[in-house]
Antibody
């Protein structure tokens, strides 16, 4: 069935790095724009980054620009988020999500989320 | 402070009709379509409405969306206990600072 499965979360110290992965299955991954969206404990949703189907177009939220890097490997049906210079405020559940079109903000498939905790 | 503004809470009794508002600006709702998400406790968000008023397959027609100018709303008719959840609006934002998706702060719906 159509699904996204995130991995790579964990506990990291401030200033540290982490790489999240999202494995897609059940659909033609290379046809879709993808995003990372996060949710801090007890808080609302915050969009993090966007990547086009080919990987040629990328957008970031101001809060992560210069620290996070989104990428994808269509041959491996995988989406990635490299997170550097992590801060306490980056603590959140990170979801990968599929856009129904191109930059619509309508995410029809979500992963189960992976928790990232930044703490000393 | 979220870019899109939603009331933090809403409530209703079973069978009632409830609406949740979402206010934005010309760079987001005013020039792009609005989407709505339902998030049950401990689960990932679920797309409820896309492109202002379209329901994905499987979403009951009790849920409807509308948009006017820089505001949008989600209506839930025939309220049921299982509708108790957090609801978020979202839209693409063509900000000069950098485009991206903006979300509302979320509305916690309580079924009394």
């Amino acid at each position: 069935q159509v699904q996204l499965v995130e991995s790579g979360g964990g506990l990291v110290k401030p200033g540290g790095s982490l790489r999240l992965s999202c494995a897609a299955s059940g659909f033609t991954f290379s046809d879709y724009y993808m995003s990372w969206i996060r949710q801090a404990p007890g808080k609302g949703l915050e969009w993090v980054s966007y990547i086009s189907s080919s990987g040629s177009t990328i957008y970031y939220a101001d809060s992560v620009k210069g620290r996070f890097t989104i990428s994808r490997d269509n041959a491996k049906n995988s989406l990635y988020l490299q997170m550097n210079s992590l801060r306490a405020e980056d603590t959140a559940v990170y979801y990968c999500a599929r856009d129904v079109g191109a930059t619509t903000g309508a995410f029809d498939i979500w992963g189960q989320g992976t928790m990232v905790t930044v703490s000393s | 402070q979220s870019v899109l503004t939603q009331p933090p809470s809403a409530s209703g009794t079973p069978g009632q009709r409830v609406t949740i508002s979402c206010s934005g600006s010309s760079s987001n709702i005013g020039s792009n379509t609005v989407n709505w998400y339902q998030q049950l406790p401990g689960t990932a968000p679920k797309l409820l409405i896309y492109s202002n008023n379209q329901r994905p397959s499987g979403v009951p027609d009790r849920f409807s969306g509308s948009k006017s100018g820089t505001s949008a709303s989600l209506a839930i008719s025939g309220l049921q206990s299982e509708d108790e959840a957090d609801y978020y609006c979202a839209a693409w934002d063509d900000s000069l600072n950098g485009p991206g998706v903006v979300f509302g702060g979320g509305t916690k719906l309580t079924v009394l």
